[in-house]
């Protein structure tokens, strides 16, 4: 199993992130450099969800703010290592609808479950395999810290 | 021009994040990526050879579907193409799958 290091900070911040969007889904891109096991992510970026026609139940990202969040990832040496958004009041568990519109294969899917406004559980699944053909999502093991991670060798 | 690799792509293209190619236009350039990645080919484009769905292609800040050339937009030394799978998802319809919660906090 593949395991995704996040940092309290950041951990706190996306589940912040759900209760303040509550009702509607929150969403954002993970950041952070690829570790023997897993990802290992230093920051959370939020995003707008355009979804703005069924934000309670969706969420999407404008691609050209993925471009803008990658080129911010790159400048600080870093990669998109996944993507968090909320399931108001829904479990923290990947829906057909995440699955279908999943196509950053070796990334994690963080899902936090929003619960009456408040932030219970939350999970993260890997998109694996190869192709949009052979992909699928693993749980992740996830690792909260509570001291910063800082990057290896610094 | 700079091409940008995405995360999943970049085993594709010898772990790299951007390749720089010498290229009139947006199509010539992907035809030059892919010759040189050629396993990059299938990610990138549908069996019918267009560009998959999913797959955002910024020039600099332009939505490549949205220009008035669409891929024949010509492009220079100075530019950036980003390749951008999209991202979006939503609750209903929960998966029929153990609920089984992941986390583990070192709290």
């Known amino acids: 199993m593949s395991v995704l290091r996040v940092t309290r900070a950041v951990y706190d911040a996306i589940r912040a992130h759900g209760e303040e969007t509550y009702p509607h889904e929150c969403c954002g891109a993970l950041l952070g450099q690829s570790s023997g096991d897993g990802w290992r992510v230093e920051a959370a970026v939020r995003a707008g969800n355009t979804r703005t026609d069924s934000a309670h139940n969706r969420y999407r990202i404008a691609p050209a703010e993925l471009v803008r969040i990658e080129r911010g990832a790159r400048q600080q040496g870093l990669e998109i290592a996944g993507f968090y958004h909320s399931h108001p009041d829904h479990p923290a568990q990947w829906s057909p609808t995440d699955f279908a519109e999943a196509h950053w294969i070796g990334c994690s899917y963080v899902i936090t479950e929003v619960a009456k406004g408040k932030a219970a559980v939350t999970n993260s699944f890997r998109l694996a395999g190869e192709t949009e053909e052979t992909k699928r999502f693993e749980p992740d093991t996830m690792v909260v810290e509570e001291e910063s991670i800082g990057r290896p060798g610094a | ?107």
Not at chain 2, 45 to 71: H, I, S
Not at chain 2, 95 to 106: F, G, K, M, R, T
């Open chain 2, 1 to 107: 021009m700079t091409i940008t690799i995405p995360t999943p792509l970049r085993v594709y293209a010898d772990g790299r994040n951007a390749v720089e190619i010498e290229a009139a236009n947006v199509a010539s350039a992907l035809d030059k990526l892919t010759a040189s990645y050629p396993d990059l080919r299938k990610h990138l484009f549908n069996g019918d050879g267009k560009v998959r769905a999913f797959v955002n292609l910024y020039l600099n800040d332009e939505d490549v579907r949205y220009l008035p050339a669409r891929e024949a937009s010509p492009v220079n030394a100075e530019d950036t193409l980003s390749i951008i799978p999209s991202i979006a998802g939503g609750s209903p319809g929960l998966a029929v799958q153990a609920i089984a919660p992941s986390a583990q906090s070192l709290r």
